[in-house]
């Protein structure tokens, strides 16, 4: 049943958290309080969004030149966000040695920039750009510089900015945008980044299992878990009979797998959770709802 029960709920997390050999599994839900849009949660800006496909990106070179232009404009707001209370906390808990890992289903770079150093991006990273030719990987601030220069006097105000910095823009402010190519080859430049109908590389997959394997508990942050990328990480913790965590606005695909599951913002709650020992819980914030 489900009960309003916060500080039960708060000292019930500390338990599990306190006893060590956690893994994260954190989600877009986890960086909307440092100004980035999720795809399902409560910001849900962008639940109309028609996200780049990699076949569509790799078959079209109109594809390539929208999308450029439009991550173009969006990696500015992704560039300029910062770590939250949550991403805080989070790499609070893994320098008291909690933590056995996170893997993070987001690709803005926000737990390490908070000091998090355990970190696989499951979905990679907008900070790199990848030649799908030589396979060179180069800093996305490096293409910046490079589309900039290519497109003098190009400007274009977004009305909407996508969880993967995907700005939202006309086809005129699109026309006449010039794509750059790698600098080594030739060959076709890409965010380093998993594309929908694109697999995330299986030496990934494994280690994020075997982590999950050798884990204590899993802690699932931030994530509504409606695609499989996620929640097969759940569904493995749930068959090994491991505690599972969940704390995310809204409801999530693996609730029915989870030991416990918290209804609350983040950042909130997870600040106080570290301010708490790991069998004595302290006051959560109203509104924290709590299913056991």
């Known amino acids: ?42 910001t849900g800006r962008s639940r109309n969004a028609e996200p780049m496909t990699y076949q569509r990106f790799v078959g079209s070179e109109e594809a390539r030149r929208r999308y450029w232009a439009r991550s173009h404009v969006g990696w500015r707001q992704i560039a300029a966000a910062r770590p939250n209370a949550g991403h805080r906390a989070v790499a609070d808990l893994e320098r008291r040695g909690l933590l056995a890992g996170i893997v993070t289903q987001n690709v803005d770079g926000l737990h390490q920039a908070a000091g998090a150093r355990q970190v696989i991006e499951l979905h990679g990273g907008l900070d790199r750009v990848v030649c799908l030719s030589c396979r060179e990987r180069t800093p996305r601030a490096d293409l910046d510089a490079r589309l900039r220069a290519a497109n003098p006097g190009w400007a274009a105000d977004a009305g909407q900015i996508n969880p993967d910095g995907d700005a939202v823009l006309t086809d005129d402010q699109v026309k006449g945008f010039r794509v750059v190519d790698c600098h080594s080859c030739g060959g076709i430049l890409k965010p380093d980044v998993v594309f929908f109908g694109e697999n995330v590389p299986r030496p990934r997959v494994d280690h994020c299992f075997a982590l999950v394997g050798s884990a204590r508990a899993l802690l699932v942050l931030g994530s509504s878990l409606a695609i499989r990328s996620g929640l097969r990480f759940v569904a493995r913790a749930a068959e090994l009979g491991l505690p599972i965590a969940i704390v995310n606005q809204g409801p999530t695909g693996g609730d029915h797998h989870a030991t416990l599951t918290l209804d609350a913002p983040l950042g909130p709650t997870l600040t106080a959770l570290t301010s708490v020992g790991p069998r004595d819980a302290g006051a959560v914030g109203s509104g924290t709802r709590a299913a056991q």
Do not use: F, H, K, N
Request: glycine letters at 22%; charged letters at 15%; hydrophobic letters at 40%.
């Open 1 to 42: 049943m489900t009960v309003r029960a916060e500080g039960t709920a708060l000292a019930r997390l500390a338990g599990l958290v306190g006893d060590g050999g956690v893994v994260v599994l954190s989600g877009a839900g986890l960086s909307t309080e440092s100004g980035i849009p999720d795809y399902r949660g409560p």
